[in-house]
């Protein structure tokens, strides 16, 4: 039917929003590591923008693994190191708790809440896998559930979305009424 199609492009467009952000994390720290004239920035980048696709552990292992080179080269000052500490974990930052979860919500149609809230639900579950198919799996939830011909799930679909309008009215008229006693 017609969910499959949207649920394709849906995981297309969070493949693509997760790639941009690799690709800025990625640029800002190789810059940034080129800037205070290290050598391997170029690598370090290429490293970073792999290791930005798992999250949270990922853009703190990229930040930390240039700094033995720079805290045992002795032309680096403190402020010099400092920059390229604080430059790359800022950038990386930024984009994961920022930039992340307005790019790829919007591209997925998740509210950023929800997506911030299903990374936690698959990870706490299958770990890294499930924090890098958290994103894609709800999207797919969501478009499953808009599909079904029933106002609940379509309800939840739509506060996934984040979409304010959400079939109140349909849902308020299928309520279950509590028997009262006699």
Not at 83 to 104: H, M, N, Q, S, T
Not at 149 to 176: C, I, K, N, S, W
């Amino acid at each position: 039917t017609a969910t499959l199609p949207k649920a394709d492009a849906q995981i297309f467009a969070y493949i693509r929003g997760k790639v941009a952000v690799s690709l800025l994390v990625a640029a800002i720290d190789a810059l940034i590591l080129w800037v205070i004239g290290l050598e391997l920035w170029l690598v370090f980048g290429v490293v970073a923008f792999w290791l930005n696709f798992i999250p949270n552990v990922g853009m703190f292992t990229s930040v930390c693994l240039p700094m033995p080179l720079v805290l045992l080269d002795p032309h680096y000052s403190a402020s010099t190191i400092a920059f390229a500490f604080f430059g790359p974990l800022a950038a990386g930052l930024a984009a994961k708790d920022v930039l992340e979860p307005l790019l790829i919500g919007r591209s997925t149609s998740l509210q950023p809440v929800a997506v911030l809230l299903a990374i936690m639900l698959w990870g706490s579950v299958w770990g890294v896998t499930g924090m890098v198919l958290a994103v894609p799996m709800t999207a797919v939830a969501r478009i499953y559930l808009a599909g079904l011909d029933h106002p609940l799930p379509r309800y939840f679909a739509r506060m996934l979305a984040g979409e304010d309008d959400a079939d109140d009215e349909q849902v308020q008229t299928h309520r279950v009424t509590p028997i009262e006693p006699r």
